[in-house]
């Protein structure tokens, strides 16, 4: 039988807190690990690049309603948060590498509160112990310095999750109704950010109710007003945009939500073995210093005594289901990154500070020589990735080389002619990020696809003057009838990267 400790985790009222120096030094902690050296990387292809590149898409047109990579190419692939997000933090901080990145320190540090906040009823003895869990776990750490999607549906997650645990445990009627529409306040922010991932911790809440009250009780977390919010905040957008663009609902049903759960359309590692080559890892490195917790940790929810206690509607139940249940889904659903897990990092951290509640205190000199000599790793490897390692996917070097070998003053757009007739493929290969470095507009052409000679000519007419690259796979013979057929004189400015280029002005 469980032992006192763990015999009841549910939530605990609000303890007195007569120091607010636990909370002063989360955020410190946070701003340290969130800013240090956030703006010394590079943007990397082609995620990075190809965020950057819609805010900026954004900045200068003034359309903030369709998201695109040039005046050409559209790009509804996500919802607009990131990009309006991103965008809001290079209006204000100038257009480099730290304004886009200052976002994510501060999505990081705001994680950190809503875990405090949370630790308040669950831990209430040590309210900072979640936050610095999963601060100190290398996985959100290294999250907080790329550019996605992902971390600000980790937020917005944590706002959900934060107003249902409060709203289920509340004794208070008034105080659960208000804690229900903060959680999905959460879940339209969520699927304003990443659309219906957002809502994938919704598989643990509705058995955790139907458990612990029977399906009556969904009423109560249902509510007329909290749909209503949640479709005014999540989808007011999508509602927008399908009206305005024709054939908008089916690419989002088909491509963004079929292709991705059952087919290997976008190519992210598919198949059976898919989630065991890139999820494992994440979890296991990702969840360095906290091995001997999580390994204590399964080994309780393993052992067969422990499975009585998991019927038990306790926040405990809820936190494993919160993990478990988004797991197995991610699992089955065919594109596979990374990033996908950085959400589950919230349950785990909670978790895992239930599990260290007794054996962390940070009074001890060596608990605090270990926290210190872990945060100097941590932003050494941040600061290692930052000035020792430089991929070809690094659009700053890329920026670099391209100005070497012809003055960025001589053209006023960049058009990448790629060897393909897929749109993923313009997405994947094209280096985006070079508009935040050379200051100008990036064009992706799908040479074979039906329009690609016109969609090149089109490219050129809209700019003037044009830096042509050209993939090595096609060569510039490939595409010298149609330069001949645009009208404009084509200068050849030699090779980069083993693609040819050519400078065109009409």
């Excluded at 946070?30 to 690049?49: C, H, I, M, V």
């Excluded at 100190?136 to 959900?160: K, Q």
């Excluded at 149609?482 to 004189?489: I, S, T």
């Amino acid at each position: 039988m469980p032992n006192d400790r763990t015999q009841e985790h549910r939530l605990r009222p609000n303890a007195t807190h007569t120091s607010r120096w636990p909370l002063i030094a989360l955020i410190c902690f946070g701003l340290l690990l969130g800013f240090a050296f956030q703006g010394t990387r590079g943007l990397w292809s082609p995620d990075e690049g190809r965020y950057t590149v819609a805010a900026l898409q954004m900045l200068d047109t003034g359309n903030y309603l369709a998201p695109a990579y040039s005046p050409d190419e559209v790009n509804f692939s996500k919802p607009p948060t990131t990009y309006w997000v991103i965008a809001a933090s290079i209006k204000l901080f100038g257009r480099n590498s730290w304004a886009v990145r200052v976002p994510y320190a501060l999505a990081f540090v705001l994680t950190l509160l809503l875990l405090y906040v949370a630790g308040r009823r669950m831990v209430p003895e040590k309210p900072w112990l979640p936050g610095l869990v999963y601060g100190c776990a290398a996985a959100p750490f290294m999250a907080g310095n790329i550019v996605s999607t992902d971390a600000f549906l980790t937020l917005c997650e944590a706002l959900a999750m934060l107003g249902f645990l409060r709203a289920a445990f509340d004794e208070n009627e008034r105080g659960r109704q208000r804690y229900v529409l903060l959680m999905w306040l959460g879940w339209g922010l969520a699927f304003l950010t990443k659309g219906p991932p957002g809502l994938i911790p919704l598989l643990a809440v509705i058995p955790f109710i139907v458990r612990r009250d029977g399906w009556p009780g969904l009423r109560r977390f249902f509510p007329l007003s909290g749909i209503v919010l949640f479709l005014a905040v999540g989808l007011s957008w999508y509602a927008v945009v399908v009206l305005r663009y024709a054939g908008l609902l089916h690419y989002f049903l088909h491509q963004e939500v079929y292709n991705r759960v059952f087919t290997a359309a976008h190519k992210r590692n598919a198949g059976w073995f898919g989630w065991i080559k890139i999820y494992l890892p994440v979890l296991g490195l990702g969840l360095l210093p906290w091995w001997p917790a999580t390994g204590r940790l399964i080994r309780r929810w393993v052992s067969a005594e422990r499975w009585g206690a998991k019927a038990s509607p306790s926040v405990e139940l809820l936190l494993v289901l919160w993990f478990l249940l988004p797991f197995v889904l991610f699992c089955l659903v065919q594109s596979r990154l990374p990033l996908y897990m950085l959400p589950l990092f919230l349950p785990l951290s909670l978790l895992i500070a239930l599990e260290l509640r007794d054996r962390v205190d940070l009074h001890q000199t060596r608990q605090q020589v270990l926290l210190a000599l872990w945060v100097v790793v941590l932003l050494g490897v941040k600061a290692g990735v930052a000035y020792g390692w430089h991929p070809k996917y690094d659009n700053r070097q890329m920026a670099a080389e391209l100005r070497a070998a012809t003055s960025p003053e001589q053209y006023q757009a960049l058009i990448f002619v790629e060897n393909t007739d897929a749109d993923y493929t313009i997405e994947e290969a094209t280096p985006w990020g070079l508009r935040m470095y050379l200051g100008k507009t990036v064009y992706g052409i799908p040479w074979l696809a039906p329009q690609g000679a016109e969609a090149l000519c089109h490219a050129l007419h809209n700019e003037g003057r044009a830096l042509v690259v050209i993939d090595p796979a096609l060569g510039p013979e490939a595409i010298k009838p149609a330069l001949q057929r645009c009208p404009g004189h084509v200068t050849d400015v030699g090779t980069w990267r083993g693609n040819a280029l050519k400078r065109v002005e009409f």
